[in-house]
Every structure is written in structure tokens, then in C-alpha cells.
């Protein structure tokens, strides 16, 4: 059963280009979490999406970014217009759905966005 | 709004001596509290977790980690450390929404 698959790895964007980072949840998984972690930081909170919803946008800077899990393909995280400070990991984290206690997230490696 | 402290960004211990990282939170409701372990260039990988029961929780890689309420406190713990070990260390506090909100990490090194 393979785990939570993003890619790409690594994306190297010039300032003003789009970034599209792509997650696939891990099988029978419905929920998909987007976090963004920064040098020497932890991981903040980005989105929450289950399939064709948003859930929990609270974390998304208010422009250039957007997210979506359609029905059937994997969850996107877009960036447009990318500047110097979006430069970070971009991690996908997925669960199962639950009935009371929320399982833990299982994380993807990441993909590491370097925006020149 | 929740939040987690860990007070303590870098660790180093000698390999083989005990380890004990300390993880606060800040939770309105029954907490569900996990540890993650990060490698560099890779995801984080899940240590332990409590959501309720036994304050003393076992993990994965001989890792305990003890819920205390009265201090909002879930502090990991190894009683001897190997140098495979070497990594950072998450603790998160997650809500009834599956969201986890994370500490800003501890880095463990250890000596030879």
C-alpha cells in the first residue's frame, strides 16, 4: 500500500512563474492536509479539503494561492505569481474518515519549493 | 486557539544516555497529542500519540512519551539513545477536525 505520494521532489520557479505541487493521498484515504514549513520553523496549518470540498482554508495567504481535491486525480496546491518568500517544503498529509477520534496524518516527503 | 510549545529548539545528548524533549500545549478540550519524528529531507513519521487512557503511552524505536494534564504537558522520552536517532522531533496537538497544529521542533544530535 504505498504512503502519500507528492510530487514533484523539488521545483525550482522564478520569481512571477505558477508552482503546481501535486498529492496523492494514500489509498482509502478521503482527507487531504496541506502544511508549509519553513527554514528552522515547524509546520503551519495551510488547508484542509476532503474530495470536492474545502474544509479548512484558514491558513492560506489570501492571494496567489488555492487549492482543490477533485473527485478523481490528486489534490493541488497552487501558487501563482511565486516570490522569494514562498520558498519552503510544501507537505501533504492524508487520513482515513472517522467516526469520534481523528486518526493521524500520514505525511508525504514533501516537495521543496525555491523560488529564485 | 490551540498551540504547542517546545521549549527547547536544539538537544544534543551522548549516545547511549537518556532523553526526555519536552512538549507543551494549549488545548480547550480533551487534547489528542502526537509526536512526529522528521529526518532530514524527509516527511514526518509518526512516534506515538494519546488521545485517552493511560497517560503513559508506548511508540515505535522504544519512545514513551506521559500525558499530564495538570501541566499541559506531553513530554517524550528514550531511556537510552542510539545515533540513528538524530533527527527532529514534532510534537502536535490535534482537533476534533483532524487538523494538527505543530511546535516549531526539537533538534536531537548525538554524540559518539
Known amino acids: 500500500n504505498a504512503g502519500v505520494m507528492q510530487n514533484p521532489r523539488h521545483l525550482v520557479r522564478r520569481r512571477g512563474q505558477e508552482a503546481r505541487l501535486r498529492c496523492s493521498p494514500m489509498k482509502g484515504h478521503s482527507h487531504v492536509y496541506w502544511y508549509r514549513q519553513l527554514p528552522e520553523e515547524g509546520l503551519k496549518f495551510m488547508v484542509y479539503l476532503q474530495k470536492e470540498n474545502i474544509i479548512d482554508e484558514s491558513g492560506m495567504p489570501k492571494e496567489r494561492f488555492s487549492a482543490e481535491f477533485p473527485k478523481e486525480g490528486p489534490s493541488i496546491l497552487r501558487i501563482q505569481q511565486v516570490v522569494r518568500g514562498d520558498s519552503a517544503a510544501y507537505f501533504c498529509a492524508s487520513s482515513p474518515p472517522w467516526l469520534q477520534i481523528p486518526p493521524p496524518l500520514h505525511f508525504g516527503n514533501g516537495t521543496r519549493l525555491t523560488v529564485t | 486557539a490551540q498551540s504547542v510549545t517546545q521549549p527547547d529548539i536544539h538537544i544534543t545528548v551522548s549516545e547511549g544516555a537518556s532523553l526526555e524533549l519536552r512538549c507543551n500545549y494549549s488545548y480547550g478540550a480533551t487534547p489528542y497529542l502526537f509526536w512526529y519524528v522528521q529526518s532530514p529531507g524527509q516527511g514526518l513519521q509518526l512516534l506515538l500519540k494519546?488521545?485517552?487512557?493511560?497517560?503513559l503511552v508506548q511508540g515505535i524505536k522504544g519512545f514513551e512519551a506521559e500525558f499530564k494534564r495538570s501541566q499541559s504537558s506531553f513530554n517524550l522520552r528514550k531511556p537510552s539513545v542510539h545515533w540513528s536517532d538524530a533527527a527532529e522531533y514534532f510534537c502536535a496537538v490535534g482537533d476534533d477536525a483532524g487538523k494538527s497544529t505543530f511546535g516549531d521542533g526539537t533538534t536531537l544530535t548525538v554524540k559518539p
Open positions: 494519546y488521545f485517552s487512557g493511560d497517560t
